[in-house]
């Protein structure tokens, strides 16, 4: 039965969930890497957060997970259109190594929605957008020209009880048992990955989103990039970090 992995309970009873001070990272890598990435984070559950689902489906296995990631950088390779819509749900899920820090609110239908009570890792498909007014990349701005680019894991700082008010630094305590997960998840990124090189019109910069050391070889067959005339020069990542 759901109650059984999956506590029920409602909004009203829960409170609402404020927290500040978002940590965001955003990056593409290769399935190879993120199987890596996945194993390296030991054992923690995916929860989809886009909307309704089915009682059976509250839990994303890691696989089912992987399979989905694993057509999404096919689609980049192949140098495919991407239904984005279909990879937003996708890729739009909780992070949590104890899922006391979720609740499902039941609906009708044998359907539930997911929600949090304390901080997870929120994860999501990523955008950027390369703005020729002012010359800068601007990270999860959705325009007919933005650039679907992996995903964005992001993390809070500041957390506010729903029924106290109080304030707390998000830290290691008990109470937040997802800050290592995340602290985990960086370390493994700033080892894995750099910052992604980008050429716009001969222009050349340095994006703050990531790139994974496996994926130059065919980035650059990512059809999003090549419509608008942005490329990824394999630069040396020396001194990137």
């Avoid at 390296?40 to 089912?64: A, K, N, R, T």
């Avoid at 539930?112 to 007014?133: A, C, D, G």
Wanted: include cysteine; hydrophobic fraction near 35%.
């Amino acid at each position: 039965m759901l109650e059984n992995i999956v506590r029920l309970s409602s909004i009203e009873a829960e409170g609402p969930f404020n927290a500040s001070k978002w940590l965001k990272h955003q990056v593409i890598l290769s399935v190879d890497e993120m199987q890596d990435l996945i194993k390296s984070l030991g054992h923690f559950f995916i929860l989809p957060s886009y909307g309704p689902v089915q009682v059976d489906s509250v839990l994303l296995s890691h696989e089912d997970f992987l399979q989905q990631y694993v057509k999404y950088i096919e689609s980049v390779v192949n140098s495919e259109d991407l239904d984005e819509n279909y990879y937003r749900r996708c890729f739009c899920n909780y992070l949590t190594k104890d899922l006391s820090t979720v609740y499902a609110v039941p609906l009708s239908g044998e359907r539930v929605i997911t929600k949090v009570s304390r901080p997870v890792i929120q994860m999501q498909l990523h955008h950027f957008f390369y703005s020729h007014v002012d010359h800068k990349i601007h990270s999860m701005v959705m325009t007919k020209d933005s650039i679907h680019w992996g995903v964005q894991f992001s993390y809070p700082q500041i957390f506010e009880d729903p029924h106290t008010h109080e304030f707390f630094k998000i830290d290691e305590s008990e109470r937040f048992p997802n800050t290592q997960l995340f602290k985990n998840l960086v370390k493994w990124l700033r080892k894995n990955t750099i910052p992604t090189p980008i050429e716009i019109s001969e222009k050349k910069m340095w994006a703050p989103f990531r790139i994974g050391k496996q994926c130059f070889s065919w980035i650059n067959s990512h059809k999003k990039l090549m419509a608008n005339n942005v490329s990824v020069p394999n630069f040396n990542d020396k001194g990137t970090k």
